[in-house]
């Protein structure tokens, strides 16, 4: 079992940065990241990141988000930045370990003048 513990998150204005943070309860061998739930629509992968340091990120988001992993404190980051109205979601962190998928409870993002 891995618990995930989601920090950060908020209201920002357009232009705006935020950075999340998620702490797992053990050491991830696997992937780590993070995905997006906007309502009424289907969650969706923003980055991942292995464990090796290889990325991934969602085209939407390439260029002004960055996610960041440390292995020792078995937590990673997302560094948001210029966010936009769109990037307005429910941001879920993600870790894999042993083919198994982990899901964190979750943390609203809004943007909004």
Same mark, same amino acid.
């Given at each position: 079992? *891995? /618990?995930l513990?989601? &920090?950060g998150?908020g #209201?920002? /204005?357009?232009?705006g940065s #935020?950075? #999340?943070?998620?702490?797992?309860?053990r =050491?991830i &061998?696997?992937?780590m990241?993070w995905?997006? /739930?906007?309502?009424?629509?289907q969650?969706?992968?923003?980055?991942?990141?292995?464990r090796?340091?290889i990325? $991934?990120y969602?085209?939407s988001?390439?260029?002004? &988000?960055?996610? =960041?992993?440390? $292995?020792?404190?078995?937590? *990673?980051? #997302?560094?948001? $930045?210029?966010?936009k109205?769109?990037?307005?979601?429910?941001?879920?962190?993600?870790a =894999?370990?042993?083919?198994?998928g982990?899901w964190?409870q979750?943390?609203?993002v809004t943007?909004a003048s």
């Amino acid at each position: 079992q *891995v /618990q995930l513990v989601e &920090f950060g998150g908020g #209201l920002v /204005q357009p232009g705006g940065s #935020l950075r #999340l943070s998620c702490a797992a309860s053990r =050491s991830i &061998f696997g992937t780590m990241g993070w995905y997006r /739930q906007a309502p009424g629509k289907q969650r969706e992968l923003v980055a991942v990141i292995r464990r090796d340091g290889i990325t $991934n990120y969602a085209e939407s988001v390439k260029g002004r &988000f960055t996610i =960041s992993r440390d $292995n020792a404190k078995n937590t *990673v980051n #997302l560094q948001m $930045n210029s966010l936009k109205p769109d990037d307005t979601a429910v941001y879920y962190c993600y870790a =894999s370990l042993v083919g198994v998928g982990y899901w964190g409870q979750g943390t609203q993002v809004t943007v909004a003048s």
